[in-house]
């Protein structure tokens, strides 16, 4: 079984540019969860999506946003970046109604604003 | 409200000894406890969790321990051994809410 892929795996983005970051779930996982894992800072919950609906988002300014497509794959798009949202950026999944029984992440796009 | 807190932020253990690492929460709607473990470079895996209905769970070395009127929950690595050198992070949940986790503990087990 395919685990959670994540693309690209690195990206390098100049101050105010947009960065587009990709998912795809587990098969059969209808939920979303995007995080951003900033040094000293953990994981910060940013966005969550089920069924094509955003069911909650974290306290990040509205620049940070994104979407789930109809096969549950989503995309996390971050407007006008400043040097600060240099981050590891975290995509799980899990079962639909599910969230805790377990999230299983990808292995994350590390980010750069320069 | 939907804090966790996490300690310590580093941990260096002799191979062989045992590893604690300790967390503690405010919701008391927190229904599920997970701890996960991220080395370099991946995601976050799941490494065992527990539910309010239990004081105690083990798998192999990995026990959680868990005290409800304390609102604290633990990891216990026995034998620590130099792979689970690792990042180690506790989280909590109530019903169909997303995970909240501390700001995890950097752990070495020295040879």
């Known amino acids: 079984e395919a685990g959670v892929t994540q693309s690209p795996t690195h990206l390098i983005k100049t101050r105010g540019q947009q960065a587009t970051l990709r998912c795809s779930p587990i098969?059969?996982?209808?939920?979303v969860y995007w995080y951003q894992q900033a040094l000293g800072l953990g994981l910060q919950f940013l966005l969550w999506?089920?069924?094509?609906?955003?069911?909650n988002r974290g306290n990040f300014p509205p620049r940070f946003s994104g979407r789930q497509f109809p096969n549950y794959s989503s995309e996390l798009n971050v407007n006008a970046l400043e040097l600060e949202d240099s981050a590891l950026y975290l995509c799980?999944?899990?079962?639909?109604?599910?969230?805790?029984?377990?999230?299983?992440f990808g292995s994350g796009t590390r980010l750069t604003v320069v | 409200q939907q804090q966790v807190k996490q300690s310590p932020q580093s941990l260096i253990v002799q191979k062989g000894g045992i590893s604690i690492i300790n967390c503690a929460y405010e919701?008391?709607?927190?229904?599920?406890f997970p701890w996960y473990q991220q080395f370099p470079g991946k995601g976050p895996a799941l490494l065992i969790a527990?539910?309010?209905?239990?004081s105690e769970k083990k798998e192999g070395r990995f026990t959680i321990s868990f005290n409800k009127s304390a609102k604290q929950f633990s990891l216990h690595i026995m034998d620590s051994q130099p792979g689970d050198s690792a990042t180690y992070f506790c989280?909590?949940?109530?019903?169909?809410?997303?995970?909240?986790f501390g700001k995890g503990t950097m752990l070495l087990v020295s040879p």
């Open positions: 799980a999944s899990s079962k639909q109604g599910a969230p805790n029984y377990g999230y299983t």
């Open positions: 098969s059969g996982h209808t939920s």
């Open positions: 999506y089920d069924e094509g609906e955003e069911r």
């Open positions: 919701n008391t709607a927190f229904d599920y």
């Open positions: 527990i539910r309010p209905d239990v």
């Open positions: 989280a909590a949940n109530s019903g169909y809410s997303t995970l909240t």
